[in-house]
T-cell receptor, first 113, second 111 residues
Framework: KAGVTQTPRYLIKTRGQQVTLSCSPISGHRSVSWYQQTPGQGLQFLFEYFSETQRNKGNFPGRFSGRQFSNSRSEMNVSTLELGDSALYLCASRSGGAEDTQYFGPGTRLTVL | GENVEQHPSTLSVQEGDSAVIKCTYS??????FPWYKQELGKGPQLIID?????GEKKDQRIAVTLNKTAKHFSLHITETQPEDSAVYFC??????????FGKGTRLHILP
């Protein structure tokens, strides 16, 4: 099975712009979670989508949003970018069920100038 | 809210020695405890996990122990090798709830 894929891998934006990141989960996985990773704050949970519905949400402002499509692919959008949004954005695919397990993608490195 | 504390933040061990990383969690309903290893430039990789119906799990040089009463769990790496150098994250969750991560431990294996 192919792993979790994320595109693009690297992105440079300027303050005030908006950005959309994409994630394709492992085939058969219906849950996709998004995390922000920074050196100071570690892995912070943004939100989780399951069957096109947001199931869990972290403590991020409304500028951060996401959605999931019927094929389980997910996108994350950040509007009005701030310098502090520079981070590695990780997508994770979750198997669900009795042996629920989460696998991460390689991440998208976002730099805001 | 839910919280996972991880210690130490940095750990240096001599090659061949053992390394132990400890985590505590606050939500007594947590029942799933995965450990991830993250190498530079890569996403976290699941290395081992344990569910609350067992107290210990082993996979070659890696083992995890769980003490539900004390709400803590630990990662043990024996016979450490240079390729074990990485950042390790513990995590906890219950059911379909979000998975909460510790802050990470940077492990250095000294030659």
């Amino acid at each position: 099975k192919a792993g979790v894929t994320q595109t693009p891998r690297y992105l440079i934006k300027t303050r005030g712009q908006q950005v959309t990141l994409s994630c394709s989960p492992i085939s058969g996985h219906r849950s996709v979670s998004w995390y922000q990773q920074t050196p100071g704050q570690g892995l912070q949970f943004l939100f989780e989508y399951f069957s096109e519905t947001q199931r869990n949400k972290g403590n991020f402002p409304g500028r951060f949003s996401g959605r999931q499509f019927s094929n389980s692919r997910s996108e994350m959008n950040v509007s009005t970018l701030e310098l502090g949004d520079s981070a590695l954005y990780l997508c994770a695919s979750r198997s669900g069920g009795a042996e629920d397990t989460q696998y991460f993608g390689p991440g998208t490195r976002l730099t805001v100038l | 809210g839910e919280n996972v504390e991880q210690h130490p933040s940095t750990l240096s061990v001599q090659e061949g020695d053992s390394a132990v990383i400890k985590c505590t969690y606050s939500d007594s309903a947590s029942n799933y405890f995965p450990w991830y290893k993250q190498e530079l430039g890569k996403g976290p990789q699941l290395i081992i996990d344990i569910r609350s119906n067992v107290g210990e799990k082993k996979d070659q040089r890696i083992a995890v122990t769980l003490n539900k009463t004390a709400k803590h769990f630990s990662l043990h790496i024996t016979e450490t090798q240079p390729e074990d150098s990485a950042v390790y994250f513990c995590a906890a969750s219950r059911g379909d709830d979000k998975i909460i991560f510790g802050k990470g431990t940077r492990l250095h294996i000294l030659p």
